[in-house]
């Protein structure tokens, strides 16, 4: 019996995107899978119940219907624990499962025997690359994050030279370049403005300079015997925490995207680093929702200490629902090929190395041992 897929409205506050697009929803068909999506899923981002229903899916507004007929249920983030006791047992959970967010809706799957794959948790392989969901909106996080930088930046980001006299181009410096501090500097780049960036992987500093932007080190000879890198000594630390201080001193805006899943936001700029900042800066806080790497950072909000603003925006990515529905449906679609076979049934193989390690919940158990950790620690 072919499997059915089924998606519903995100109920999340704030949430406009929506786990699959027409386009994937026409290839799940095509492939036998039957698909149910819930009247107007897709409408924040665009996508209409007309354009689900002409892909083949079909349109349902009983929302206990749809999580009740689900084999396979695909999420941006897991639903409420009451609608989890609405899915039938055994039933997959694919998505963000935001464990320290969401305890008690893990704890429920748990209890009902549900099947719950985090998408955070694929492994960084090659074979699982086009199913990276943390890449994907990592990449539309980035590139809005240098957008809302402009947008409260009392400056013009690129040079311009004009009757009314030559305006010198922003300052925007990026911490952490990873697939967010990358983005941000190529579009912070393409807006005009002079970009450096700062990672403590030195391999990082290729791909910085290949975009534009100037790469912050310092001149250190950190190789140990063998070719590998020796640890900083206490010195070097303090020499490298002043060059970044500096930078911010002088930077007019400051984008920040350390973030380490399942774990508190590492703090790079201190109150008193703020302090020393050029009046009308601005700070872009991408780890807000996970404590901030602003010392003053609040998640949600913006706030104004001594005329900087350090801006601390949730779900950066839900702000561009269109393309982050549909990179982010592509990524679930890869996902599903290994939990769905050819002929539309389901054939999961919990060996399989991208399964295995992305597995949160399984036959009553929470096979992922810091979730585990953490649902049990708060019973």
Not at 329 to 343: A, P, T, Y
């Amino acid at each position: 019996m072919a499997v059915t897929v089924a998606v519903a409205k995100e109920k999340s506050e704030g949430e406009k995107r929506v786990a699959l697009v027409p386009e994937v929803v026409s290839r799940l068909t095509k492939s036998g899978v039957r698909v149910l999506v819930e009247s107007g899923a897709g409408e924040e981002a665009y996508y209409t119940d007309g354009a689900y229903s002409s892909a083949g899916a079909e349109i349902m507004h009983d929302r206990k219907s749809i999580l009740s007929q689900a084999d396979v249920l695909l999420v941006l983030q897991p639903p409420a624990p009451a609608e989890i006791a609405l899915l039938r047992e055994k039933a997959i959970i694919i998505g963000f499962m935001s464990a320290s967010k969401n305890v008690e809706s893990i704890r429920k799957m748990k209890e009902r025997k549900l099947t719950a794959f985090a998408l955070e948790l694929v492994p960084r392989i090659t074979r699982a690359q086009s199913m990276d969901a943390l890449s994907s909106q990592a990449t539309i996080g980035g590139y809005k994050a240098a957008l809302v930088a402009a947008d409260y930046s009392p400056k013009l980001l690129p040079m311009l030279t004009t009757a009314a006299g030559t305006i010198r181009p922003a300052k925007v410096l990026i911490l952490g370049a990873g697939v967010a501090g990358l983005m941000a500097i190529a579009t912070a780049r393409r807006l005009g403005a002079m970009v450096e960036a700062y990672d403590v992987r030195r391999a990082a500093g290729e791909q910085v300079r290949s975009l534009g932007a100037r790469f912050l080190e310092l001149q250190i000879d950190a190789e140990a015997a063998g070719g590998y890198a020796r640890e900083l000594t206490p010195e070097e630390k303090q020499k490298e925490q002043a060059m970044v201080n500096e930078a911010v001193s002088q930077a007019d805006a400051v984008i920040t995207t350390a973030n380490i899943p399942g774990r508190k936001a590492p703090r790079l700029i201190s109150k008193e680093m703020v302090s020393g900042m050029k009046p009308g800066s601005v700070i872009v806080d991408l780890a807000a929702e996970t404590g901030g790497n602003c010392e003053l950072t609040k998640a949600g909000g913006v706030v104004v200490e001594n005329d900087v603003t350090i801006v601390g925006p949730l779900n950066l990515p839900g702000q561009i629902p269109f393309h982050a529905s549909q990179m982010y449906s592509k990524n679930l679609q890869s996902f599903l090929g290994l939990v769905i076979d050819r002929e539309g049934k389901l054939a999961v193989n919990f060996d399989d190395e991208i399964l295995k390690g992305s597995l949160m919940v399984h036959d009553g158990e929470i096979r992922h041992a810091q979730t585990k950790e953490l649902v049990e620690g708060r019973q």
